[in-house]
């Protein structure tokens, strides 16, 4: 069980969001947020960091966090409004769009990371948020569970670039891939190594 920090949050109620973000790094698919509403009568163990958990684990704590939480919600930036804003913009206007569409509105949001949205919301940000407070915890793993299985929903459609295997990420094999079979209208045009193929052809 992890044991999260108690950060100056400036907020005692029950209606705290916390928010976070997945796909800020890879060359493909949209950026997803998430923010989720827990319910302090139904705590849940073992919420940590998303990236630092199996992809078991955190197919379970999706169901568990979904079951208990107050109010979970998603919120996404395209590829097209990515390659637009520039992903830090993109992932802020993903996080807003998450925050609105919870059902049970919060009172507070706290961030992962050094910055929050603009919006009319009461929030604070948190480094490592992801890793000191229990909300931004099952946040990340909301988002990163939704992105991933969109990244399968994309090696479907796209079977020979392995979105499945990297996730988008910019491996040796995604780069390779994008060499050999280009550029499609999922991949980040704005992104240096995608940028650079097209800029060949």
Known sequence: MMIFEEPDIHYSGDLLAGV???G??????DVVAAAVILDPNQPIEGLADSKKI???????LFDEIHQKALA?????????EIDELNILW??????KRAVELLAVQ????VVDGNR??????SAQAFVKGDQRIACISAG???AKVTRDRDMLTLARDYPQYGFDKHKGYPTAAHREAIVQYGVTEQHRTTFGPVRAVLEQT
């Open 24 to 29: 800020r790094g890879p060359l493909a698919g």
């Open 72 to 80: 979970v919600a998603v919120g996404r930036a395209s590829v097209a």
């Open 90 to 95: 993109a992932s802020m206007l993903a996080m």
């Open 140 to 142: 990340s793993i909301i």
């Open 106 to 109: 919060p009172e507070h949001v």
């Open 116 to 121: 929050v949205p603009k919006w009319m919301y």
């Open 54 to 60: 199996s992809e078991k684990k955190r197919e379970l």
């Open 20 to 22: 976070d973000e997945a």
